[in-house]
T-cell receptor, first 112, second 114 residues
Framework: GENVEQHPSTLSVQEGDSAVIKCTYS??????FPWYKQELGKRPQLIID?????GEKKDQRIAVTLNKTAKHFSLHITETQPEDSAVYFC???????????FGKGTTLSVSS | KAGVTQTPRYLIKTRGQQVTLSCSPI?????VSWYQQTPGQGLQFLFE???????NKGNFPGRFSGRQFSNSRSEMNVSTLELGDSALYLC?????????????FGSGTQLSVL
C-alpha cells in the first residue's frame, strides 16, 4: 500500500525566513497530494493540494511542488510568520483510492 | 452548516475495558474516515466508510472496529483496551465519493487508558 515519508520532523526558523518540508511516496499511481496544517489543540485543516497533472501550485505565501519521476513533493512557505507555527502533514492516496495516508508530520516553529 | 462533531471529547478508561466513539459528519457527506493520532506517529489511518460499507482498514488489530449508519453517522469501537491505545481519535468526513478527497476533521476524542 501507499507509504508516505515526511522530513524533517521538526523545523525551527526565524520570522521572515522560508521553510521547506519534503515528502516521498511509494505508489507511482498516486495522483493527489494534499497538505494539512494542525495548530496546537485544533483540528487538521487542508491548506493546499496538488494533482499529478501539474508540477507546482501557489497560494499566496505557500506553494507545493511535485516531482512524479522522483516520487516526492514539497511544501514551501515564504516570509514565515509566528502564526505559521503548527504541525504540517503531507498525504498521499491509498491504493484503493478511498483514503488519505499521512506522513508523520513536521512541527514548524517560527520565532520572532 | 455544522462541522464534523465527535463525542465524547474526553474519555478515561482502564485496561481491558471497551469504548465506543461517535462521529457525525457534515450534512450530506457520505464518506467517514477514522484516524489515530499519537505524538511522533502522526495520523494513522484506521478505516473508511461510505454508504454503510467499510472499504478499507488500516494496519490495526481486530480490537478496532467500526460501523456507519444509514444517516452517515459513524462509530468506532475498541475492545480490550491496552495502554498503547491512549491517543486522540479523529474522524473526518468528505463530500466526495471517497475519503481521499478534501477531508473535514472533527475535534477528536482524547482517550486515556490507565
Amino acid at each position: 500500500g501507499e507509504n508516505v515519508e515526511q522530513h524533517p520532523s521538526t523545523l525551527s526558523v526565524q520570522e521572515g525566513d522560508s521553510a521547506v518540508i519534503k515528502c516521498t511516496y511509494s505508489d507511482s499511481a498516486s495522483n493527489y497530494f494534499p497538505w494539512y496544517k494542525q495548530e496546537l489543540g485544533k483540528r487538521p485543516q487542508l491548506i493546499i493540494d496538488i494533482r499529478s497533472n501539474v508540477g507546482e501550485k501557489k497560494d499566496q505565501r505557500i506553494a507545493v511542488t511535485l516531482n512524479k519521476t522522483a516520487k516526492h513533493f514539497s511544501l514551501h512557505i515564504t516570509e514565515t510568520q509566528p502564526e505559521d507555527s503548527a504541525v504540517y502533514f503531507c498525504a498521499g492516496v491509498n491504493q484503493a483510492g478511498t483514503a488519505l495516508i499521512f506522513g508523520k508530520g513536521t512541527t514548524l516553529s517560527v520565532s520572532s | 452548516k455544522a462541522g464534523v462533531t465527535q463525542t465524547p471529547r474526553y474519555l478515561i478508561k482502564t485496561r481491558g475495558q471497551q469504548v465506543t466513539l461517535s462521529c457525525s459528519p457534515i450534512s450530506g457527506h457520505r464518506s467517514v474516515s477514522w484516524y489515530q493520532q499519537t505524538p511522533g506517529q502522526g495520523l494513522q489511518f484506521l478505516f473508511e466508510y461510505f454508504s454503510e460499507t467499510q472499504r478499507n482498514k488500516g494496519n490495526f488489530p481486530g480490537r478496532f472496529s467500526g460501523r456507519q449508519f444509514s444517516n452517515s453517522r459513524s462509530e468506532m469501537n475498541v475492545s480490550t483496551l491496552e495502554l498503547g491505545d491512549s491517543a486522540l481519535y479523529l474522524c473526518a468526513s468528505s463530500g466526495g465519493q471517497s475519503g481521499s478527497e478534501k477531508l473535514f476533521f472533527g475535534s477528536g476524542t482524547q482517550l486515556s487508558v490507565l
